[in-house]
């Protein structure tokens, strides 16, 4: 995933930059950038690795050499980001979070006459904000370049330009992604996150539409171009990555969530098939609301049988070897055993991918002395790899815990009836459930349906992405 933060002012906003883009560090773990445009210092422009040290800690000693009444920061679990691009549009810098799929095709594509080239990361691949730039850079204007991109981009692409006279704003065709426009005194601000911005003293302003492409100044925002009428809003926004202050199409993440986990109980209770357990648990961190929800439903007591200890092991720490991240997982979970020792637990997580971390988790439970572990997801069975962000991407689809128990249980015939074991309620579905209870150690295992979540987010369901659920465009 990624976060970005860009702010246009009448004073010196390096400051609100700074912190409005470390805001959105929960999005991302690999690189964190930051650039800025002064009319007397031209652009500048900063990018480090925050693999292991959080973006705050790196770009603190920067800050004295930044200045600048307009900027933009981002923070990306993909490519070193923003660039600055010079080019016959304009000096400009650049920022993008999306997946581009048929990024080798569009690089193809640009080699095809002389004179065309893109400096290579260490992989061989190309930067795919650098790829987007390019796009924008074949028409003659912004406006132009940056619709012909999203046109022709497989995936997704929301991009944040910070120019001389301005911020150009441009929300992906699709609004996968949300993109808001905060105001104060001094200025306006463009940010991923809402809440980000209000504790820098912004008020909510303007949310822009799918597609949609404005101009943000200090005196406000002019559009450029209309938004579309189609929407597909990712739904994890609010299940998993999105940060519980935040607010996406006017529906808040936490209020979701704890109305998610109530629907579950609700539904728990209908079906009969709600466990007797001593407490209701969720997953930290973004699990404790749903099971929040769903304890206040069920009646029953709310704990947290563990906590995760996070200042030496910050979510930035990802080391590259499994092993090692295996053993960092690990070393995060501290357990309470007043809370597990002899006790009945049902656990909440936001969801379940590949259920390696899950599975740890539950053996570190049952060596802490639990009785019992029931396993609740707070989304439906994950069928598909995403295509549009990285959110559960793979390098297959094999990858994912339901898929590889339904090529356990029927090989590739199993494949064609994905529906099926996606649905509860068939013999499929069931032997899905009890295979992943018997390999895990759950004592019982139950997802929320699509229904259900779609019923907790209260949006229209076509403007709603459910690609990873159901495969459905």
Known sequence: MGGFFGTISHKNCKYDVFFGTDYHSHLGTRRGGMAFYDSQKGFQRQIHNIENTPFRTKFESDLVKFGGQAGIGCISDTDPQPLLVRSHLGMFAIATVGLIN?????????????????????SGKVNTTELTAALINQKDNLVDGIRHAQEVIDGSCTILLLTESGLIAARDKLGRLPMLVGQNLDGCCVSFESFAYHKLGYQDYYELGPGEIVKITAEGVEQLSAPGTQMKICAFLWTYYGYPNSNYEGRNVEVMRCRNG????????????????????????SGLPHAIGYANHSHKPFARPFVKYTPT??????????????????????PVPELIQGKKLLFVDDSIVRGTQLRETVEFLYDSGAKEVHMRSACPPIMYSCKYLNFSSSNSEMELLTRKTIQTLEGMEGQKHIDEYANPDTHRGQCLLSTICQSMGFDSLGYQSLDGLLEAIGLDRDKVCTYCWNGKE
């Open 102 to 122: 048929n990024a080798e095709q569009l690089v193809a594509d640009a080699f095809s006459g002389p004179g065309h080239q893109f400096m290579a990361m260490s």
């Open 262 to 285: 109530e629907i579950m109980a609700r539904e728990e209770e209908r079906k009969g098939t709600m466990p007797d357990v001593d407490y209701v648990a969720g997953v930290p961190d």
């Open 313 to 334: 092991w910050p979510r930035s720490f990802m080391p590259e070897d499994q092993q090692v991240r295996n053993q960092v997982a690990k070393m995060k979970q501290i």
